[in-house]
């Protein structure tokens, strides 16, 4: 999942389920989790890539672990959890981080890239968060940082009516830096953490601290609320019914 740092001190960090396009299962989504507190500790490391393996960054949560987060009722509150530390870890973290989004970025896909400092993406890429269409609260990432980058009135209608937003409308929207035909996701993102990795690291680290802030505040003000009517969304009949609708068609 992630690379040493190089000689510029860029590490690389990989979603890696290729074969369910990164869609979040139990160990993926600990993985994402924890590797924050690990790359912290990476000794000569100044800049992070995040990306997805294959043709996608992450195609949401893996169908059949959001059915597990419906059933058990623990589990589901440990994972809950750790989508609060996610969320903490990766906007306290120490160094930025680009996000090379190299194809579609749902639901947990679509919060990780918005929680990186900069995000390049696949010209044939695109966001969505259909949390609310599948009768979940829209619990973290989008809800928290869409507002802040493409104000209130623009996340409404993504968020609520849980559309595709192409990658020239995410750049034109403030939630994209980049738009680069999809060979070239990794090696740009690549080039600008190594910009980034290269400036002084005091000035880095407090303007980006300083620019952070609103973000801070909106988290503590909100993430918790947010995360605990995201648990309870999962006992609506509602998101049951469409769960179980999805995991049939995907069964063919």
């Not at 623990?74 to 680009?98: I, Y």
Request: net charge negative; proline share 6%.
């Amino acid at each position: 999942m992630t690379e040493a740092p190089d000689a510029d001190g860029v590490a690389v960090v990989t979603l890696n389920r290729p074969a369910a396009l990164n869609a979040a299962d139990e160990e993926l989504h600990a993985a994402v989790t924890g590797v924050w507190a690990e790359l912290a500790e990476q000794p000569g490391l100044r800049a992070v890539v995040l990306t997805g393996a294959g043709t996608a960054f992450s195609a949401g949560g893996d169908l059949a672990f959001l059915q597990r987060l419906a059933d058990d009722t623990t589990l589901r509150a440990r994972v809950m959890a750790e989508g609060g530390d996610l969320v903490r870890a990766m906007v306290g973290f120490p160094h930025p981080v680009v996000a090379a989004v190299n194809g579609p970025a749902v639901g947990l896909g679509c919060s990780l890239a918005s929680l990186a400092d900069l995000v390049v993406m696949a010209d044939d890429a695109y966001f969505a968060d259909p949390h609310v269409a599948l009768g979940l609260v829209a619990g973290d990432g989008g809800i928290l940082t869409w507002p802040l980058n493409m104000g209130l009135q623009r996340t409404k209608e993504w968020l609520l009516l849980g559309g595709r937003l192409p990658a020239a409308q995410a750049l034109e929207y403030g939630l994209a830096n980049r738009v680069v035909p999809k060979g070239d996701v990794v090696a740009e993102a690549r080039a600008l953490a190594a910009r980034l990795a290269g400036l002084p690291p005091q000035s880095l680290r407090e303007t980006r601290r300083v620019l952070n802030q609103p973000l801070v505040a909106r988290i503590e003000a909100a993430l918790d609320d947010v995360l605990a009517v995201e648990t309870a969304s999962f006992d609506e009949p509602a998101f049951q019914q469409t769960l179980a609708a999805m995991r049939a068609r995907s069964r063919g």
